[in-house]
């Protein structure tokens, strides 16, 4: 089945904490890109990748790592995480850079924190 | 500060009748324009694209598009409880894509 996943899906963590969401894909896209969810304001982007080892900063990527080694893997590193970064995180991917708006997304990570 | 701009709603319709999504772009670089439909607690999933001026038809949906005026519109036919979601409208350019907030929607039967 074809599927973007996302790991944890749901984390309680406190501040300055280093964390990692994880995600993977099985559909050997080139694009993956990571958003954040937060209400009234819809999704923005973090940070995106067009391909392995390049990767872009997004809309708000202000306190965000990310890291492409794996054409499938696409983690979004939180290195002391503080309380607005409390949000829904959305891993997603698309075929290649010429579709980057067809995208598949993960289930979604819900990061609180404390 | 490019930007994709939605009703919030919520919409409601009665079951059965057509239901008008509107959105509004800023940026005149957009080249293709995207639905998606998130039903609460899920993630986005897309149900339409339209690259051109015009009309795009899928089934119960279609989705306008008209350059000049920066204004995208998707209508939803026949309306059921299933369409009730949060629909968002999003415009992408290079590598980079904007949302727009989201319009919820809500078909009452």
């Known amino acids: 089945e074809a599927q973007v996943t996302q790991n944890p899906r749901y984390l309680i963590t406190v501040t300055g904490k280093k964390l990692t969401v994880t995600c993977s894909q099985n559909m050997n896209h080139e694009y993956m890109s990571w958003y954040r969810q937060d209400p009234g304001l819809g999704l923005r982007q973090i940070y995106y990748s067009m391909n392995v080892e390049v990767t872009d900063k997004g809309d708000v990527p202000e306190g965000y790592k990310v890291s492409r080694k794996e054409k499938r893997n696409f983690p979004l590193i939180l290195e002391s995480p503080s309380p607005n970064q409390t949000s829904l995180y959305f891993c997603a991917s698309s075929v290649d850079r010429s579709n980057t708006g067809e995208l598949f997304f993960g289930e979604g990570s819900r990061l609180t924190v404390l | 500060q490019k930007e994709v701009e939605q009703n919030s709603g919520p919409l409601s319709v009665p079951e059965g009748a057509i239901a008008s999504l509107n959105c509004t772009y800023s940026?005149?670089?957009?080249?293709?324009f995207f639905w998606y439909r998130q039903y609460s607690g899920k993630s986005p999933e897309l149900i339409m694209f339209?690259?051109?001026?015009g009309d795009k038809e899928d089934g119960r949906f279609t989705a306008q598009l008209n350059k000049a005026s920066q204004y995208v519109s998707l209508l939803i036919r026949d309306s059921q409880p299933s369409d009730s979601a949060t629909y968002l409208c999003a415009g992408s350019s290079a590598s980079k894509i904007i949302f727009g907030s989201g319009t919820r929607l809500s078909i009452r039967p």
């Open positions: 940026d005149r670089g957009s080249q293709s």
């Open positions: 339209i690259y051109s001026n």
